[in-house]
């Protein structure tokens, strides 16, 4: 099924360049709505549009509502659509995922399209969109079920009938949240247990008191560490007054960590993350571009670095021998390094408090490790050149470089962190051509000085 999955926007695209549309439309019918904003997501604007226009109102709303969800640019759709489409398709979404997709239009159409919708729903949209989106209130779903302390099971159960009525939306929950006549969130009760209990109990006497809430502006990568740390399905989302006003569903969760993750590759490649998907030629090119020109940048810097110990080097040109290997070597540590904290940083194991920790761990482990590639490179060194002064300088010299690189690659990634920038940043280009730059200035500097004095 998955190697089908791969062929799926190929198929459509044909059919529709062949202007086979019963067959369009029988494929279409056959398929989840997954699976079609998947292969639209590889396609073209003009393709996507022609299969919106094939589906019927309520599946090209939960078409949409899957594409809107990867957080992939969707503003060129957008644009093509009338605002009266669009407003059918986002009054068919759930209010989280209408947000998000209200989100990816300028000011203007956005304006034209919650006009079309009723009152109700527009208040609802209008205030998930005040929220920034990588935020809890960003991802929560103001569909939550709650019920008052004092009041009995039996009404209970009836208040949230009447909820799920006004709502005139069947969304599935499994837990049920108790507030005050303030709506502060102060308990849970499990939807079974609710079911199972006496009609006359007190939801004060059966709830759960111990109930973790996470604050409307949280960043959503806190919203995941948090969920995972105390096993949540499902997380309610308060605001500065401890107020219930949503809850983030295991559904988005999972949004968050494919869609951080995906980021994270990107950014360590160099890349953009949509460049999987049939994008301009231009665009491929202006998101690679800065990356390869820092890149180019750290080359000429080492060039230059290279020419001011030129007259050395036509003395002993032997030591050329070795600036790729320092300069891998210097990036490879760099990288080990920066690897382990970007994780650390990003599953919660490692805290911006820790740089000291962390940077004497990696310094530690960058002597041991430069103890032993040293001995090895002294003795090639050796064999290779016949030179003991250059056999002693240059192992020494890739111990003093693995040893800064480990410290770099340690130390900025948190540091990047207490910045508030992102430190997947740090890895790929950036660290490797500081350490290639740097790397290469001491292996010279001490092949050169200290070879001099031997």
């Given at each position: 099924?998955?190697?089908?999955?791969g062929?799926?926007h190929?198929?459509?695209?044909?059919?529709?360049?062949?202007e086979?549309?019963?067959?369009?439309?029988?494929?279409l019918?056959?398929?989840?709505?997954?699976?079609?904003?998947?292969a639209?997501?590889?396609l073209k604007?003009?393709?996507?549009?022609?299969?919106?226009?094939?589906?019927?109102e309520d599946?090209?709303?939960?078409?949409?509502?899957e594409?809107?969800?990867?957080s992939?640019?969707l503003?060129d759709?957008?644009a093509?659509?009338p605002?009266?489409?669009?407003?059918?398709?986002?009054?068919?979404?759930?209010?989280?995922?209408?947000?998000?997709?209200?989100g990816?239009?300028?000011?203007q159409?956005?304006?034209?399209?919650?006009?079309?919708?009723?009152?109700?729903?527009?208040?609802?949209?209008?205030?998930?969109?005040?929220?920034?989106?990588?935020?809890?209130?960003?991802?929560?779903?103001?569909?939550v079920?709650s019920?008052?302390k004092?009041?009995?099971v039996e009404?209970?159960?009836?208040?949230?009938?009447?909820?799920?009525?006004?709502?005139?939306?069947?969304?599935?929950?499994?837990?049920?949240?108790?507030?005050?006549?303030?709506?502060?969130?102060?308990?849970?009760?499990?939807?079974?247990?609710?079911?199972?209990?006496?009609?006359?109990?007190l939801?004060?006497?059966?709830?759960?008191?111990?109930?973790?809430?996470?604050?409307?502006?949280?960043?959503?990568?806190e919203?995941?560490?948090?969920?995972?740390?105390?096993?949540?399905?499902v997380?309610?989302?308060?605001?500065?007054?401890?107020?219930?006003?949503?809850?983030?569903?295991?559904?988005d969760?999972?949004d968050?960590?494919?869609?951080e993750?995906?980021?994270?590759?990107?950014q360590?490649s160099?890349?953009?993350?949509?460049?999987?998907?049939?994008?301009?030629?231009?665009?491929?090119v202006?998101?690679?571009?800065?990356?390869?020109?820092?890149?180019m940048?750290?080359?000429?810097l080492?060039?230059?670095?290279m020419r001011?110990?030129?007259?050395?080097?036509i003395?002993?040109?032997?030591?050329?021998?070795f600036?790729?290997?320092?300069?891998?070597?210097?990036?490879n540590?760099?990288?080990?390094?920066?690897?382990?904290?970007?994780?650390?940083?990003?599953?919660?194991?490692?805290?911006?408090?820790?740089?000291?920790?962390?940077?004497?761990?990696?310094l530690?482990?960058?002597?041991?490790?430069?103890?032993v590639?040293?001995?090895?490179?002294?003795?090639?060194t050796?064999l290779?050149?016949?030179?003991?002064?250059?056999?002693?300088?240059?192992?020494?010299?890739?111990?003093i470089?693995?040893?800064f690189?480990?410290?770099?690659?340690?130390?900025?990634?948190?540091?990047?962190k207490?910045?508030?920038?992102?430190?997947?940043?740090a890895?790929?280009?950036?660290?490797?051509?500081?350490?290639?730059?740097?790397?290469?200035?001491?292996?010279?500097?001490?092949?050169f000085?200290?070879?001099?004095?031997?």
């Amino acid at each position: 099924m998955a190697k089908q999955r791969g062929q799926y926007h190929r198929l459509i695209k044909s059919l529709i360049q062949s202007e086979k549309n019963d067959l369009l439309q029988s494929l279409l019918k056959d398929l989840s709505s997954f699976d079609i904003a998947a292969a639209m997501l590889q396609l073209k604007t003009k393709y996507q549009v022609q299969i919106l226009a094939s589906l019927p109102e309520d599946r090209a709303s939960e078409v949409l509502a899957e594409m809107s969800s990867t957080s992939l640019p969707l503003t060129d759709l957008v644009a093509e659509l009338p605002p009266e489409q669009l407003g059918g398709w986002v009054g068919e979404m759930p209010k989280d995922d209408a947000a998000d997709f209200v989100g990816l239009m300028d000011a203007q159409q956005a304006d034209e399209v919650l006009q079309l919708l009723p009152d109700h729903h527009r208040e609802e949209i209008t205030s998930l969109l005040q929220y920034a989106q990588d935020t809890a209130g960003g991802i929560m779903n103001p569909y939550v079920i709650s019920v008052q302390k004092e009041q009995s099971v039996e009404e209970a159960i009836r208040s949230i009938r009447q909820y799920i009525e006004l709502q005139n939306s069947m969304q599935p929950f499994y837990t049920v949240y108790v507030v005050d006549e303030f709506q502060h969130l102060i308990g849970t009760v499990a939807v079974t247990q609710l079911l199972l209990a006496k009609r006359q109990t007190l939801i004060s006497e059966m709830m759960n008191p111990d109930v973790i809430a996470v604050d409307v502006d949280l960043d959503q990568e806190e919203v995941v560490h948090i969920a995972k740390e105390y096993d949540l399905v499902v997380v309610p989302v308060i605001d500065k007054y401890l107020r219930l006003i949503g809850r983030i569903t295991i559904d988005d969760l999972v949004d968050v960590i494919y869609e951080e993750h995906q980021e994270d590759i990107a950014q360590i490649s160099g890349t953009a993350k949509e460049e999987v998907l049939e994008v301009s030629l231009i665009k491929t090119v202006r998101e690679r571009l800065p990356w390869l020109m820092l890149g180019m940048l750290g080359g000429s810097l080492t060039a230059l670095v290279m020419r001011g110990f030129e007259h050395s080097l036509i003395d002993i040109p032997q030591v050329t021998y070795f600036v790729p290997l320092i300069a891998a070597m210097a990036g490879n540590i760099g990288i080990q390094s920066s690897s382990i904290v970007v994780r650390g940083l990003a599953t919660g194991a490692i805290d911006t408090g820790d740089l000291i920790v962390r940077v004497w761990r990696e310094l530690r482990v960058g002597v041991l490790l430069g103890i032993v590639c040293s001995i090895v490179l002294g003795l090639m060194t050796f064999l290779l050149t016949w030179n003991a002064g250059m056999a002693l300088t240059t192992p020494v010299s890739l111990l003093i470089v693995l040893c800064f690189a480990a410290v770099v690659g340690s130390a900025v990634p948190i540091l990047l962190k207490k910045a508030n920038i992102d430190p997947a940043l740090a890895i790929g280009p950036f660290i490797t051509t500081m350490n290639d730059l740097v790397g290469v200035w001491i292996y010279l500097t001490i092949a050169f000085q200290v070879g001099d004095w031997l």
